[in-house]
Every structure is written in C-alpha cells, then in structure tokens.
C-alpha cells in the first residue's frame, strides 16, 4: 500500500499528493506536471483524452456535484487534490498544453472520424489517430475538446478552409 506526504522531495512543492513507493520508499512520485520527479511503475496516473466533441455524458454525475459545501476537496477521496466540478476553460495554446502533460499523462485520441483526426494531427503537430471510443472523465482523466467553428468541410479536408477555426477547450 502506497503512504502519501505533503511535501515533493524533487520540486520541493508543498501542495500536490506524492507517493511513497515500496517499503522502505524507493522513489517518490509527485503529481504536478512538468515536475520531473519520477513516475511509479505503473505509467502515467492521468488521462488526457483528444476529442473533436463534448457531451454532458463524458462527466461523471457525482463527481459533479462535488462535497456538501460546495465544489472543494472531499474528506477521505483519494484524489481530493483534484476533487471539484469540471469547468470547461478555453485553451489559447492546444500545442503547448499537450506538451505541458506528456510526461504525467496518457494522452488518447478519441477522434472518431479519420478527416478530422488527420487535420487534428496537422494542428497539433502529431499524430491523432482515428479511435471511435466512448469517453467518461474520471477524476484523473481530462479532455482537450477541438470545435471546428467554419463552414461545412467537404469529404477528405486535411487542412482548415479560409476563416476556419478550431476553438481548443480544456474539461
């Protein structure tokens, strides 16, 4: 069973959730992104799911309604660092916050048409696979959402029309 600090023995940040491994603790791991402190045997402890739309139905109803005094963290939930309502927040740079999560996240595509993913790919600057999954955030899961804001594209459009937009959103 893994024992948890306050305190990032790499970044010295005292408020994120870190993990002792092992008996006696062979490393610990601190949750805050970009710290560099390793990752536990298992992988990556987040999700980030790459997604062209957004349903009501990816959030999970409980997690939502967050702690009888409102939206902070609950007594006793293992991700309380985390546990609040999800807020979806405009993203100015989409490039830039992928790259901010690669080292503590999986990141998935859950772009379910092979055009859209292709065009995603040319935006992101890698690759964003066709995957048709169903998505349900969990507490360690987000989504990076791309709307395409512009005209109807036609079959096989690999690239934005002339005032075309993609508008990044971060759930």
């Given at each position: 069973?893994a024992?948890y600090?306050t305190q990032?023995s790499m970044?010295?940040?005292?408020g994120?959730?870190?993990?002792?491994?092992?008996?006696?603790?062979?490393f610990?791991?601190?949750d805050?992104?970009g710290c560099?402190?390793?990752?536990d045997?298992?992988?990556p402890?987040?999700?980030v799911?790459?997604?062209?739309?957004?349903?009501l139905?990816?959030?999970?109803r409980?997690?939502q309604?967050?702690s009888?005094?409102?939206?902070?963290?609950?007594?006793?939930d293992?991700v309380?660092?985390?546990?609040r309502?999800?807020i979806?927040?405009?993203v100015?740079?989409?490039?830039?916050q992928?790259?901010h999560?690669e080292?503590?996240?999986?990141?998935?595509?859950a772009v379910?048409?092979a055009?859209?993913?292709?065009?995603?790919s040319?935006?992101?600057?890698?690759?964003i696979?066709?995957n048709?999954?169903?998505?349900?955030?969990g507490?360690?899961?987000?989504?990076?959402v791309?709307?395409y804001?512009?005209?109807r594209?036609?079959?096989?459009?690999?690239?934005?029309?002339?005032g075309?937009?993609?508008?990044?959103?971060?759930v």
């Amino acid at each position: 069973m893994a024992q948890y600090v306050t305190q990032c023995s790499m970044c010295g940040d005292p408020g994120y959730r870190m993990k002792f491994l092992g008996e006696p603790p062979v490393f610990i791991h601190c949750d805050r992104p970009g710290c560099g402190a390793p990752r536990d045997v298992c992988g990556p402890e987040y999700t980030v799911f790459v997604c062209n739309a957004f349903s009501l139905s990816m959030l999970n109803r409980e997690f939502q309604k967050g702690s009888p005094n409102g939206y902070t963290p609950r007594s006793g939930d293992p991700v309380a660092s985390i546990g609040r309502a999800r807020i979806p927040r405009p993203v100015a740079n989409p490039v830039e916050q992928l790259a901010h999560w690669e080292e503590a996240a999986d990141i998935v595509s859950a772009v379910g048409h092979a055009d859209t993913a292709e065009l995603f790919s040319s935006v992101l600057g890698r690759e964003i696979a066709p995957n048709r999954v169903s998505v349900k955030l969990g507490p360690r899961d987000f989504a990076l959402v791309g709307q395409y804001v512009g005209p109807r594209l036609p079959e096989g459009t690999k690239t934005l029309p002339e005032g075309a937009t993609i508008e990044w959103w971060w759930v």
